[in-house]
């Protein structure tokens, strides 16, 4: 027996515990929780009115003409799957996207908007040394891990008004003015996370006004197109403008949400640039950099992407499919408004049926949030968001009183 392991040591010992994750682990602490009323605001994944997991049918039914095609189980290129990129690049930007007509997007499947953001990350850091990130304040919680890990500097800019419980224009767009030429800015392109809070049609012209007017490389964040409004086309506003407007951009896509394909990990880089040659050494640089990380993304989901995109029968499905969660989720919202209305009418609550998407934020601070865990046994994340997707009809009056009753703490 070694001296090492007879004194009970690791050459690791020095490695540091790292925190929990403050998004995943409130789904620990859930599953550890006994109480019978318990909820799960946590984690962003849709749930149907009784609380459990959702398998679109349209997936369901590519699955089945996919094992009658009695696929093989090669790897991909390492940009992916042709007929998939094809149909996100598509379904991102319109088919009468000039920059698709004239060759001028690079595309990678990637592993979903974590994995399709990470790669976009490492390109920033790579090919665009010194650039600063910009990502909005607040933002999804890995948004800063992703952009760290790959060695790309980042800051904040303003973007929520605690005050009106709504987006912080003016703040936005001054500290998007303050910002050194050729910096990077996170954007969401619809169902900002974890606030709800989307610019209207008229103030993403004045953010884009602003990127444009001062160089600024936009980087789009689409995790919910068509999953938010329950339209692709509203959804996919944002990043169509700039495309129009000849603004190049960064975007990364996932199909977690609109497609339900959580634990398929399937979503897409992609870089709008202004010239055919500029896409084809940027999608040679991005392949290499995802050969360095996962060398060959998957294929089964992306499969089911594709079919279900390309086949009008099932695409049409999609689409009320994707109206109906959306449709869920907004019953619920108003729902929760109507009861908050209810037990404490001289509030102001109308920000929960302003906010789109999943997630609500509640305005609910750190002692608030665990007030409502420990007495109520409503699990969230500590900057006060909930996400109403884990919310059914059943439980808005029992949420309801526990907000409430969480207001009074201090």
Request: proline letters at 4%; a negative charge; one cysteine or more.
């Amino acid at each position: 027996m070694s001296t090492r392991a007879a004194a009970g040591s690791s050459f690791l010992s020095g490695v540091e515990q790292a925190p929990a994750d403050p998004i995943l682990g409130v789904s620990v602490a859930f599953r550890e929780s006994t109480n019978p009323n318990k909820l799960n605001l946590g984690v962003g994944a849709y749930r149907t009115e009784d609380l459990k997991p959702y398998v679109l049918d349209v997936v369901r039914q590519a699955e089945k003409r996919m094992i009658e095609a009695d696929y093989d189980k090669e790897y991909l290129p390492m940009q992916g799957l042709a007929e998939f990129n094809e149909a996100t690049r598509k379904l991102l930007l319109g088919e009468g996207s000039a920059a698709i007509a004239e060759g001028r997007v690079a595309t990678v499947q990637s592993l979903s908007g974590t994995g399709s953001l990470r790669v976009g990350a490492a390109f920033i850091a790579k090919f665009m040394p010194g650039a600063v990130v910009y990502l909005p304040n607040p933002t999804w919680g890995n948004h800063k891990n992703i952009f760290a890990d790959a060695g790309a500097e980042w800051r904040e800019y303003r973007y929520y008004d605690k005050a009106t419980i709504g987006l912080d224009l003016d703040g936005m767009i001054a500290d998007l003015k303050a910002a050194p030429k050729g910096s990077v800015v996170c954007l969401h392109g619809c169902a900002h996370n974890p606030t709800g809070v989307d610019p209207t049609k008229e103030q993403w012209d004045a953010i884009a006004d602003a990127v444009e007017a001062n160089g600024l490389v936009p980087f789009f964040d689409v995790a919910y197109q068509g999953f938010a409004s329950g339209s692709l086309e509203e959804d996919a506003y944002a990043p169509r403008l700039f495309e129009r407007r000849g603004i190049e951009f960064f975007c990364a896509q996932s199909y977690s949400k609109n497609l339900g394909l959580y634990a398929e990990r399937i979503g897409a880089i992609n870089a709008v640039v202004n010239d055919k040659e500029t896409a084809a050494k940027t999608l040679s640089q991005m392949n290499r950099i995802a050969r360095a990380i996962y060398s060959n993304p998957p294929v089964h989901g992306a499969r089911i992407a594709a079919t279900v995109i390309n086949d009008p029968v099932l695409f049409a499905r999609w689409n009320e499919e994707m109206g109906e969660m959306a449709g869920r989720i907004k019953t619920v919202r108003a729902m929760l408004y109507d009861n908050l209305c209810k037990l404490n009418p001289d509030k102001d609550w109308s920000f929960v049926t302003r906010q789109i998407g999943m997630f609500s934020f509640t305005g609910l601070n750190p002692n608030q949030v665990k007030h409502m865990t420990e007495k109520h046994a409503i699990y969230m994340t500590g900057d006060g968001r909930i996400s109403l997707a884990g919310l059914s009809q059943a439980k808005c009056e029992y949420l309801a009183n526990a907000i409430v009753d969480s207001f009074t703490v201090e």
